[in-house]
Nanobody
Framework: QVQLVESGGGLVQAGGSLRLSCAASGRTFSTLRMGWFRQAPGKEREFVAI????????HYTDSVKGRFTISRDNAKNTVYLQMNSLKPEDTAVYYC????????????????WGQGTQVIVAS
């Protein structure tokens, strides 16, 4: 079992920045592919970013490219999501995901989810 605890969400003005953190425990962190997803009100949960075990392969959904950066610190068992130039449409609950893989384009199987952290971007 893997336990994931997110932090760093909050309320920010459009154009601002937030950094989300996700601390993992229960398995050797460096063996886990990690990712971030988000779910806006009334919408389905969607993929945001994924980072490979060593951090050398990263992918983003198109809407966040150039604004969000996913990273990981295997020594701290933590994955991060730096979010810059935030827009109101980024408002969502953000979920950390562990041990995931892509089933088909844009659709992922996720073994472990965090509890989510709310991000609200005010216009």
């Amino acid at each position: 079992q893997v336990q994931l605890v997110e932090s760093g969400g909050g309320l920010v003005q459009a154009g601002g920045s937030l950094r989300l953190s996700c601390a993992a425990s229960g398995r050797t962190f460096s063996t886990l592919r990690m990712g971030w997803f988000r779910q806006a009100p009334g919408k389905e949960r969607e993929f945001v970013a994924i980072i490979e075990r060593s951090g050398d392969n990263i992918h983003y959904t198109d809407s966040v490219k150039g604004r969000f950066t996913i990273s990981r610190d295997n020594a701290k068992n933590t994955v991060y999501l730096q979010m810059n130039s935030l827009k109101p449409e980024d408002t969502a609950v953000y979920y950390c995901a562990a041990d995931l893989f892509e089933l088909r384009l844009g659709v992922y199987h996720v073994a472990y989810w965090g509890q989510g952290t709310q991000v609200i971007v005010a216009s």
